[in-house]
């Protein structure tokens, strides 16, 4: 049984940052590659950033270029979030998803995902 779980979310100040984690277990994680989606209230989930099985491929939606970064231990079985200089549009619950087969930016080539983290920017 794959199981993802996601940690590191809160409530923080504009400009703050907070790392998320991933922590995985029930297969090989060093052959999955991973994702970071976020779903906003009211709005459709979104992909955020993404690393491959190996971690040395990562990609990011626009908005987060230059503030998030995606990195991975295979060695822990973990994926990482690290979030800087968080603005109020970064507040979402943050899911994390693996991916057996396929390094993508779309929700739907992801097999598992966890339950999400919830991040909140106050201004």
């Known amino acids: 049984q794959v199981q993802l779980v996601e940690s590191g979310g809160g409530l923080v100040q504009v400009g703050d940052s907070l790392r998320l984690f991933c922590a995985t277990s029930?297969?090989?994680?060093?052959?999955?590659?991973m994702g970071w989606f976020r779903q906003a209230p009211g709005k459709e989930r979104e992909f955020v950033a993404r690393?491959?099985?190996?971690?040395?491929?990562?990609s990011y939606v626009d908005s987060v270029k230059g503030r998030f970064t995606v990195s991975r231990d295979n060695a822990k079985n973990t994926v990482y979030l690290q979030m800087n200089s968080l603005k109020p549009e970064d507040t979402a619950v943050y899911y994390c998803a693996a991916s057996p087969y396929y390094y993508s930016t779309r929700g739907a080539d992801y097999v598992y995902w966890g339950q999400g983290t919830q991040v909140t920017v106050s201004s």
């Open positions: 029930g297969h090989t994680f060093s052959n999955f590659h």
């Open positions: 690393i491959s099985s190996g971690g040395t491929s990562t």
